[in-house]
């Protein structure tokens, strides 16, 4: 499998394809001669007899008896083994999800789906930490890696509040407020017959900017020159601090990462194995670590299993 690096680190296949990544575990499984049992669903774990732990399948299989497991699990979301690792006291953080865009309805962003916005800068409201990068305008509010950015950040506390939350969007993180003052006020003396509407401030899209114009109360046909002191007020909030309001996460889909699982501080890094029950291993997401980007959480899962299958075989 050939790899290739993105400009922020994430390494992925030239393919593009998640099964070739499927496939190249499924081949190396095969030429180690590794057993593969499919349609297999383990619904329990028990300590047995001579340090031994009893695996229990939903489907008919007789208990099988190993002396360490590896869960490589994914999410534990919604898993009935959640209740069998309390029964073996291993520490858990709540399971919340991460990495999900932010449901919308506001008239700034009716019939834009599509549009995307190279760099913004956005933050709940009330903290002072903003998250940057790419924003995109969706069918049912905004995404991006900017909105994925802020719900892997603040995970927890979005949801405490139920995904119900107020965000700030500055359209033009690299100008500051008095920096954009002296930006319009040099388009209105040597551009002041130009429309408003005509003239977007680089690097806002023109429809995006068109109806950030509109929703100020700016009518199509002012000029710079013609632009009120109250309509630069409003026009400069609607760029450096536009309010909207988070009405849920998107829905159409599973989110693909989850915050929370097995206790980071319950794990020895150097073998992945459980300090609270010796024999247990655990790798990827079931461990309460989420990366900002999908990426990251896929090498997080092959880095963990690799230290945990390296350790398991010097057993």
Do not use: Y
């Not at 297999?40 to 299989?61: A, S, T």
């Not at 991006?144 to 939350?165: I, K, M, N, T």
């Not at 007020?233 to 097995?262: M, R």
């Not at 997401?285 to 959480?297: A, H, K, Q, S, V």
């Amino acid at each position: 499998m050939t790899l290739k690096a993105e400009a922020d680190g994430r390494m992925f296949p030239t393919t593009d394809r998640s099964d070739t990544v499927i496939d190249c575990f499924l081949n190396r499984a095969r030429e180690c001669r590794i057993p593969l049992f499919r349609n297999h669903p383990l619904i329990g774990i028990r300590q047995g007899d001579d340090d031994c732990f009893v695996l229990e399948f939903g489907n008919e299989v007789a208990p099988v008896l190993a002396r360490s497991v590896c869960f490589a699990t994914g999410s534990l979301k919604a898993s009935p083994l959640l209740t069998q690792l309390e029964k073996l006291n291993q520490p858990t953080e709540t399971l919340v999800p991460s990495l999900f865009a932010f449901n919308v309805k506001d008239p700034r962003l009716n019939d834009l789906a599509g549009v995307a916005h190279p760099w913004v800068a956005i933050r709940r409201e009330g903290q002072k930490s903003p998250q940057l990068g790419p924003l995109l305008i969706t069918h049912r509010g905004v995404s991006g890696p900017a909105v994925l950015r802020l719900s892997a950040w603040e995970a927890r506390e979005l949801a405490q509040s139920d995904h119900q939350f107020t965000f700030l969007i500055d359209w033009l993180p690299e100008i500051e407020v008095a920096k954009l003052k002296e930006r319009f006020a040099d388009i209105r003396q040597n551009q002041g017959a130009k429309l408003i509407r005509n003239t977007p401030i680089q690097p806002i899209p023109r429809r995006l900017w068109e109806r950030i114009v509109t929703c100020c109360g700016i009518d199509d046909q002012i000029t710079w020159g013609h632009l009120s002191k109250t309509a630069i007020h409003k026009l400069l909030e609607a760029l450096k601090a536009a309010s909207f309001h988070a009405e849920g996460k998107t829905t159409n889909k599973d989110e693909f990462v989850t915050a929370g699982g097995i206790q980071r501080h319950s794990i020895d890094f150097r073998t992945m194995e459980s300090r609270v029950t010796p024999g247990l291993f655990f790798v990827g997401e079931c461990l309460d670590i989420d990366g900002i980007t999908g990426g990251f959480n896929f090498q997080a899962a092959w880095t963990t299993a690799h230290i945990a299958a390296t350790a398991l075989a010097r057993r």
